[in-house]
Nanobody, 118 residues
Framework: QVQLVESGGGLVQAGGSLRLSCRAS????????MEWYRQAPGKERELVAR???????NYADSVKGRFTISGNNVLNPVYLQMNSLKPEDTAVYYC????????????WGQGTQVTVSS
């Protein structure tokens, strides 16, 4: 059994900062990739940031220069530092993990709400 627990969401004014955390537990041999997605009301879920085992990172164009994904060498836990937040960053943020046990699996967290007021 695997669990992903996200924390750190909340309400912040535009221009402010939040740091999200994602912590995995359970039957995991190795984490391959950790990703943060977000979904705003009425919109599709979109990839925000990715970190790959080994340290490579990718970001959506809309968050480049403002958000930073980080983690230790086993990618557990993983953080999303969000600076210069904008109202359009308001969404439920989800952590997604690709991990190995005997095979490669993926798993989603339950999500954490981020609300940015103008």
């Amino acid at each position: 059994q695997v669990q992903l627990v996200e924390s750190g969401g909340g309400l912040v004014q535009a221009g402010g900062s939040l740091r999200l955390s994602c912590r995995a537990s359970g039957n995991i041999f190795r984490i391959k990739t950790m990703e943060w997605y977000r979904q705003a009301p009425g919109k599709e879920r979109e990839l925000v940031a990715r970190i790959i085992n080994g340290g490579s990172t990718n970001y959506a164009d809309s968050v480049k220069g403002r958000f930073t994904i980080s983690g230790n060498n086993v990618l557990n836990p993983v953080y999303l530092q969000m600076n210069s937040l904008k109202p359009e960053d308001t969404a439920v943020y989800y952590c997604k993990m690709d991990y190995y046990t005997d095979l490669l699996y993926d798993y989603w967290g339950q999500g954490t709400q981020v609300t940015v007021s103008s």
